[in-house]
Structure formats: structure tokens, C-alpha cells
């Protein structure tokens, strides 16, 4: 076997799941809160290369075979606050994500503080989520009531009434946090999380996503010239295994 063959056909997979997450993160560039998605390698062996045929009697040991290894993560760097002046968006700065009650009852988190009203007057995300209070309920603002204030540490007033505080929840456990669509995150059983006792809110902006698109261009490149750098290896490699056959008839 040629073990050369099956690294670069592995280098070729690990170098397609990289550029799957550039695309998402070049595609999410301008949604509000998006967290980059990166690729981490690593190698694993299996199997061996040998020098000769000597290793059949035991003679050499050989050496490990290296594959690469790819695992994916999440960058919780902050993104860039941008001001927007309206009374509705609102950016944490520092730790913690907004609480939302999603479609099927349960809970999911995001950094985007991009929050409209409902016709019934209901607080949501501009994916219609019912924002959460740290109280466990949804804020319902009033008809007529007046200006609506967020303060730093998220109560929210409109005019001189209190309508509650925002929730804001902070993970001792980021891996175990789960994606989903939008900027999105569930919180699996490990995630480990507790509130903000004392969160950092700005009214009237918003944090930007942190994927840098400048980056991910050049790491599309850099993927580009990878990819067909392992191509070339397997034809030459084929191209190689072909003469030997052919020569031995």
C-alpha cells in the first residue's frame, strides 16, 4: 500500500471541512453577533511505512503513519460595537448572551441585541424570538407608556415604569454550547451556566459578527493552493503505480 496515496486523500478531506467553515463565516460576515467558526489540526497515525521488505520478518520496526486531523470550534472573541441609535438594539460588552425562548419552548442564547417589537407589543429578536427577562418572562411593553430606556446592568423602563431585566447568561462551558442557525446557541448539559449578575449593556448599538472577511479570503487561498498541492501528490503518485505496473507485465 502506498501510504502516501491515503495522507494526501485525507489532507484533501480535512482541507474541504476548512473551507466549508470559511464559506459560513464569509456568507455570516454581516449578521449581528455571528461568532466565527475555526478548524483546528492535528495528526493521528495509523499503520506504518517501512523501509523494505525486511520488515516482514520483523527486522524493522518502521515508522508511524501521520494523518491529519481536523476537529471544529468557536471563536468567542467580542466583535466590534457599532452605534445604531436606536431604542430597540442593544450590544453586551464583556461576557454573557441574551436569553430568547425559542419555537419549541426552550431556551437559546445569542450576542445579537437587534430587538423589535411584535404587534402585540411582545420585546423579540428580528428572528421573532420572545426575549427573556432574568425573571423568566417575556416583556410586554406598554401602549402609550413613553421612551423606552435600557440601563447598564439591562433593567428596562418605559417612561418612569419598570418592565423587568434582561437576562443575560454567561457559560462555564463554551464547547458545549450547540450552533444553530442565525447566531444562534443551545446549551447542552455541561455548558455550566449562570447569570450575569452585573452585565455591561450599551443601548442603541450593536456587536458586530467577529469573522474578519479579509482573513477568510486569504485563507481561501491558502486552502486553494493546499488542495491542489495534494492533487498534483496523488496523480504523481498513480501516475507512479501505473509505470510499476505496467513494467512488471
Do not use: C
Not at 12 to 40: C, F, P
Not at 168 to 184: H, R
Request: charged share 20%; proline share 4%; aromatic share 6%.
Amino acid at each position: 500500500m502506498n501510504i502516501g496515496l491515503y495522507q494526501s486523500a485525507a489532507s484533501l478531506a480535512a482541507l474541504e471541512r476548512w473551507q466549508d467553515n470559511v464559506s459560513q463565516n464569509i456568507t455570516s460576515a454581516q449578521t449581528t453577533g455571528y461568532r466565527k467558526r475555526t478548524i483546528n489540526f492535528s495528526t493521528e497515525t495509523a499503520g506504518e511505512i517501512h523501509a523494505d521488505s525486511r520488515a516482514k520478518l520483523g527486522q524493522d520496526a518502521g515508522i508511524p503513519g501521520v494523518f491529519p486531523k481536523t476537529s471544529a470550534g468557536i471563536s468567542y472573541i467580542s466583535g466590534e460595537t457599532m452605534p445604531t441609535r436606536r431604542e430597540l438594539d442593544v450590544a453586551i460588552q464583556g461576557e454573557g448572551f441574551f436569553e430568547v425562548k425559542l419555537p419549541d419552548g426552550t431556551m437559546g442564547y445569542t450576542r445579537s441585541g437587534e430587538f423589535r417589537l411584535r404587534p402585540d407589543r411582545t420585546l423579540v429578536t428580528s428572528g421573532g424570538l420572545e426575549v427573556m427577562s432574568d425573571g423568566g418572562n417575556p416583556f410586554v411593553l406598554l401602549p402609550g407608556a413613553g421612551q423606552i430606556t435600557v440601563n447598564q446592568d439591562g433593567s428596562v423602563f418605559q417612561g418612569t415604569t419598570s418592565l423587568g431585566k434582561l437576562a443575560v447568561q454567561k457559560f462555564a462551558n463554551t464547547a458545549a454550547l450547540i450552533p444553530t442557525s442565525g447566531g444562534m446557541f443551545s446549551a447542552s448539559g455541561g455548558a455550566g451556566m449562570t447569570a450575569v449578575e452585573e452585565p455591561d449593556l450599551m443601548q442603541g448599538y450593536l456587536e458586530q459578527s467577529n469573522v474578519q472577511p479579509l482573513r477568510e479570503m486569504v485563507d481561501l487561498v491558502i486552502i486553494a493552493r493546499a488542495y491542489e498541492a495534494n492533487q498534483k501528490m496523488i496523480t504523481t503518485i498513480d501516475q507512479q503505480m501505473q509505470k510499476a505496473l505496467e513494467a512488471l507485465g
